[in-house]
């Protein structure tokens, strides 16, 4: 891999670059292959990739795709059942369902909550990756802060001995980080149902200091909610833990303190951030609010502040079904009167039931861009709940949350190119920049042997992170090319 300043022939590529809004030579990357060889195999010794799954994301389908969408990407992580051969990890796609950048994780580990944040004052990408080892619906891992030349810049573990969670990775202004724990802990479980010699897991919220790694809070909510608040059933079995909270986010409040959700109680908290004291709770068996008509939620997910009185959250119903459709609701609650009433909620149309997972996001434009969890589907909706932008992860794997960001990056690696001479004498390119968000253009530039290289093939202007350049195998025509390079120009 060359860069295009350090190359032997600029001239030529930067005639090709003439409007293209290039201004310096580093605005050019530049990938080499040869055209040897017959058929489709690549030749022996073309660079590809980190790994062949590098190449072959988990494909989106595109369903649906409107005018009115909001700018930026869109991040999910597609994730199935841990395999050898299974193919999974953080991915970047555009409105058309194409790749920008992907992240194949190891054999085993999978990855939630892929997003961009900000760290420092800059836009950074965050995942946690890891595996589950004590039961479906959690997980131990690490926290991942990545920069826009995709370099891992910071990690994040739990604390006190605990490992962090799949469901919560949320970076502050303070630069700090919030997370979650699952602590198995002894508990007499006999008063709701269970074994007097079993178990629960602890719901724990850490607030971590990510450049030290000192956790600077701690809250527990065997501390103050009750095994009996829960909605979930006591497990029969002395050796199954007691997931009783599930405590799925935790975000941060208009006035700097914490809301803090749990599933299976059916309700989210209100956490003062020194103290850890529950300021008020919202819904569940021992609600601080009145609920009114449409309010009451089940199974939900990801509370988040929309002012100082208003909360949008993802209402699962699911699973097992109380409601036979997810949604999203906006909740308004009247700390003096204390009630909550329901402002707005949005439904699929196809009316979508997620049994895990899911999430919701305000776009800049007044759009709502939701993750619809174990269905696999993610939508982006207008103001007045129509349906703008719908898609799905394949068939087996589903998507945690998923987000829609601006996001400008360059990575620092070259991008990888493959050329096989076809057949019939024509040569077919194939080309991708990993995490390239700025190509404006792609140029292919050949000649009969490395030092007689002086032709332009093929000058696409694509913004696009990689080409195929096998359907204009007309234009790169018929003569014998030994030496073929492909140049991503940037805006």
């Not at 999974?88 to 194409?98: A, K, N």
């Not at 810049?153 to 970076?171: P, S």
């Not at 990801?302 to 999203?328: G, K, M, Y």
């Not at 096989?420 to 004498?425: P, S, T």
Request: one cysteine or more; proline letters at 7%.
């Amino acid at each position: 891999m060359q860069k295009f300043g350090s190359h032997r022939y600029p001239r030529l590529l930067r005639r090709a670059a003439v409007g293209a809004g290039v201004v310096a030579l580093g605005a050019v990357a530049l990938a080499s292959t040869l055209a040897h060889g017959h058929g489709h195999e690549p030749a022996p010794g073309v660079p590809l990739a980190s790994s062949a799954a590098d190449l072959t994301p988990p494909p989106i389908t595109v369903l649906r795709a409107r005018r009115g969408t909001d700018r930026g990407l869109i991040f999910v992580a597609p994730k199935t059942a841990p395999s050898p051969t299974a193919v999974q990890g953080p991915e970047i796609i555009d409105d058309l369902g194409r790749p920008v950048w992907f992240h194949a994780v190891a054999p085993g580990d999978q990855v939630a909550d892929f997003r961009v944040q900000r760290y420092r004052g800059e836009p950074v990408l965050t995942w946690w990756q890891g595996q589950s080892h004590t039961g479906p619906g959690h997980g131990e891992g690490v926290d991942y802060v990545l920069d826009r030349g995709y370099h891992v810049i910071a990690t994040v573990d739990a604390g006190n001995g605990l490992a962090a969670d799949t469901h919560e990775f949320r970076l502050t202004p303070e630069g700090t980080a919030l997370i979650v724990v699952y602590h198995a802990v002894p508990f007499d479980l006999s008063p709701v149902g269970g074994s007097a010699v079993g178990s629960v897991f602890d719901g724990i919220v850490q607030e971590i200091d990510i450049a030290t790694g000192a956790v600077i809070f701690e809250w527990h909510s065997l501390d103050h909610v009750g095994v009996d608040e829960s909605h979930a059933p006591a497990p029969a079995l002395a050796t199954t833990t007691y997931d009783y909270f599930h405590v799925n986010a935790v975000s941060v409040d208009e006035d700097g303190n914490l809301l803090v959700d749990a599933r299976n109680t059916w309700a989210f908290y209100k956490v003062h951030r020194r103290s850890g004291r529950v300021l008020w709770r919202l819904a569940g068996t021992k609600s601080d609010f009145a609920l009114g008509a449409g309010v009451p939620f089940a199974w939900q997910h990801n509370p988040q502040a929309v002012d100082r009185h208003t909360v949008r959250l993802f209402d699962n119903e699911a699973s097992p079904v109380v409601l036979p459709r997810s949604r999203v609701i906006w909740i308004r609650r009247d700390l003096g009167a204390h009630t909550a009433t329901l402002v707005r909620a949005i439904e699929h149309p196809d009316g979508l039931s997620a049994g895990s997972q899911g999430n919701s996001e305000a776009l800049d434009n007044g759009n709502t861009f939701v993750g619809w969890g174990a269905t696999g589907r993610f939508s982006e909706f207008d103001p007045s709940g129509n349906l703008l932008f719908d898609a799905s992860v394949p068939p087996g794997y589903d998507t945690y949350r998923a987000y829609r960001h601006v996001w400008h990056a360059r990575p620092d690696r070259s991008p990888t190119a493959t050329a096989q001479r076809n057949g019939d004498g024509t040569t077919t390119v194939h080309a991708v920049w990993n995490g390239a968000t700025d190509v404006a253009r792609w140029v292919v530039v050949a000649g009969a042997h490395e030092r007689c290289v002086d032709r332009v093939l093929l000058d696409l202007a694509q913004r696009d992170p990689r080409v195929d350049a096998g359907d204009g195998a007309d234009r790169l025509g018929r003569s014998p090319l030994a030496d073929v390079h492909v140049a991503a120009i940037l805006v």
